[in-house]
């Protein structure tokens, strides 16, 4: 006979982290569209923006409201089941950003126990166990707020760009993890893997960095490369993901590869 799957034996929701400090590598980008394909292959899916910029939350069809972020969450002010919000696309789901933020910064540097203050907002969403997967778009900075993400998180993908100095600065995330881990605020926590992003085939400086990630990282590196991809770039104006804005484009093509290879790995990742 066949009985339905217990809530209780689903597989854990994967809590995913997007970063890297340096701006413009694809995180936002690759959060909206990563996301989308998820969704899209009826996995649920909850966005959190934790850049002040509000760009996924744009992104993704949303304007940015006063009070509507991780912010209030943060303080205690709100409750985060009130600040999730839906996206017009299913599955998808997120918690917005705003200017205000920025000021998070502050906020959560004065409470003790910071480092741990993104993973206690996020407790009663993992507690429900509704999302197969948790994707946080971090900020562009070594702030607090980026700290604590990773802090929160059960892996990072690190977006990067396809050009010279890419790897440049990249220990200081996996510093970072290891310092996470082995203080014991996130003894778990794994580099789950680096996506080149803004890739030129027809460039032989685009293939000589493929060429000198993968030698350092090996398997590390997702199989998936993203191209540079003009309708990627465009579909932010739209508020659309690509998957919506341009779904035969290559750069739709290449989010939804990826969304599979990403898939398989976190569910490896599961415990
Ligand atoms: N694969 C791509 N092809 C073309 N443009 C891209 C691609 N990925 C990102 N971009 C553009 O590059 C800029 C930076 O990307 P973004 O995702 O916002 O980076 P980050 O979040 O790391 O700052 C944006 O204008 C974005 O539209
Ligand atoms: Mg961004």
Do not use: W
């Not at 690190?158 to 440049?168: C, D, F, L, P």
């Not at 990249?170 to 082995?182: F, P």
């Not at 490369?225 to 739209?238: K, T």
Request: neutral net charge; contains cysteine.
């Amino acid at each position: 006979m066949d009985t339905p799957t217990p809530a209780s034996v689903r597989p854990r929701t994967r809590v995913i982290a997007i970063a890297n400090q340096k701006g413009g590598v694809g995180k936002t980008t690759t959060v909206v569209n990563l996301a989308a394909s998820l969704a899209e292959r009826k996995q649920t899916v909850l966005v959190i923006d934790l850049d002040p910029q509000a760009n996924a939350t744009s992104g993704l069809g949303l304007r940015p409201k006063r009070g509507c972020s991780l912010y209030p969450v943060l303080t205690g002010a709100s409750d985060v089941a009130d600040i999730i919000q839906p996206t017009p696309y299913e599955n998808l789901n997120i918690i917005p950003s705003e200017i205000d933020l920025a000021g998070a910064e502050i906020e959560i540097a004065r409470q003790d126990d910071h480092l741990r203050s993104v993973r206690k907002a996020l407790e009663r969403v993992l507690e429900a166990q509704v999302f197969d997967f948790i994707l946080m778009d971090c900020p562009p900075s070594l702030g607090i707020l980026m700290t604590s993400s990773l802090a929160a998180a059960d892996g990072i993908v690190v977006t990067m760009q396809s050009e010279y100095y890419a790897m440049e600065g990249l220990s200081v995330i996996t510093d970072l993890i290891r310092r996470l881990r082995e203080n014991g605020v996130n003894p778990g926590l794994t580099l789950e893997g680096i996506l080149m992003t803004m890739f030129d085939g027809r460039t032989r400086l685009s293939q000589d960095v493929l060429a000198e990630v993968r030698s350092h990282f090996g398997p590390l590196v997702y199989e998936t490369v993203i191209p540079r991809n003009i309708r990627l770039s465009e579909a932010p104006s739209f508020g659309k993901p690509i998957t919506d804005y341009d779904p035969s484009s290559r750069g739709a093509q290449a989010y939804r590869e990826f969304a599979v290879e990403f898939a398989r790995r976190a569910r490896r990742g599961r415990s």
